[in-house]
Nanobody
Framework: QGQLVESGGGWVQPGGSLRLTCAASRIFFSYYATSWYRQAPGNQRELVAAITTDSGTNYADSVKGRFTISRDDAKNTVTLQMDSLKPEDTAVYYC?????????WGHGTQVTVSS
């Protein structure tokens, strides 16, 4: 069964940057749309960014112009570059792939933005 693993989270001051990476075993990102979600304490999980098989992208309004999603087919990874981070970006970030109606999720990586 396929697995997703997120990495790159951590603590950063407001205005800083982090780069999240999603790696996969037995799932090839080039075949499926991949999404990044986040969930803050007490909030529902929300879509942050997605990339399609033909590398089209879309973003939540709250992160447009600050976050960039990309895919490296040679490395089989999907990254989320996060710039100009704000305290409200604090959350656990998850990558997700839907394959034939089944959602695969990683365990998440914590991002904390505070001074």
């Amino acid at each position: 069964q396929g697995q997703l693993v997120e990495s790159g989270g951590g603590w950063v001051q407001p205005g800083g940057s982090l780069r999240l990476t999603c790696a996969a075993s037995r799932i090839f990102f080039s075949y499926y749309a991949t999404s990044w979600y986040r969930q803050a304490p007490g909030n529902q999980r929300e879509l942050v960014a997605a990339i399609t098989t033909d590398s089209g992208t879309n973003y939540a309004d709250s992160v447009k112009g600050r976050f960039t999603i990309s895919r490296d087919d040679a490395k089989n990874t999907v990254t989320l570059q996060m710039d100009s981070l704000k305290p409200e970006d604090t959350a656990v970030y998850y990558c997700s792939v839907r394959i034939v109606g089944v959602d695969f999720w990683g365990h998440g990586t914590q991002v904390t933005v505070s001074s």
